[in-house]
Nanobody
Framework: QVQLVESGGGLVQAGDSLRLSCAAS????????MGWFRQAPGKEREFVAA????????YYADSVKGRFTISRDNGKNTVYLQMNSLKPDDTAVYYC????????????????WGQGTQVTVSS
């Protein structure tokens, strides 16, 4: 049974940092792209960042480029999202997902999803 379990969300002030974790289990993800998406109230789910498990190539949405960093720890089967210089606009539920198609930008391509973790940034 595949499981993606996010953790690390919380309430912070603008300018603060948070690190989200996504622990993956239940299958081998070496041929997958691991992505982070977010969804704010009343808005569609949007792409944040992705990383190829094999090779480590990374991709970012323009809105987070330079502030967020995605990484993975192969030994722990865990993907991280380091979020710095947080803004109120970053407030959302953040989801971890796994994609076998390679078309990392589109949420519909992803095969597995975590339950999400809330990030709230106050001004």
């Amino acid at each position: 049974q595949v499981q993606l379990v996010e953790s690390g969300g919380g309430l912070v002030q603008a300018g603060d940092s948070l690190r989200l974790s996504c622990a993956a289990s239940g299958r081998t993800f070496s041929n997958y792209v691991m992505g982070w998406f977010r969804q704010a109230p009343g808005k569609e789910r949007e792409f944040v960042a992705a990383i190829r498990w094999s090779g480590g190539r990374t991709y970012y949405a323009d809105s987070v480029k330079g502030r967020f960093t995605i990484s993975r720890d192969n030994g722990k089967n865990t993907v991280y999202l380091q979020m710095n210089s947080l803004k109120p606009d970053d407030t959302a539920v953040y989801y971890c997902a796994a994609d076998s198609s390679g078309r990392y930008y589109f949420s519909l391509n992803y095969d597995y999803w975590g339950q999400g973790t809330q990030v709230t940034v106050s001004s």
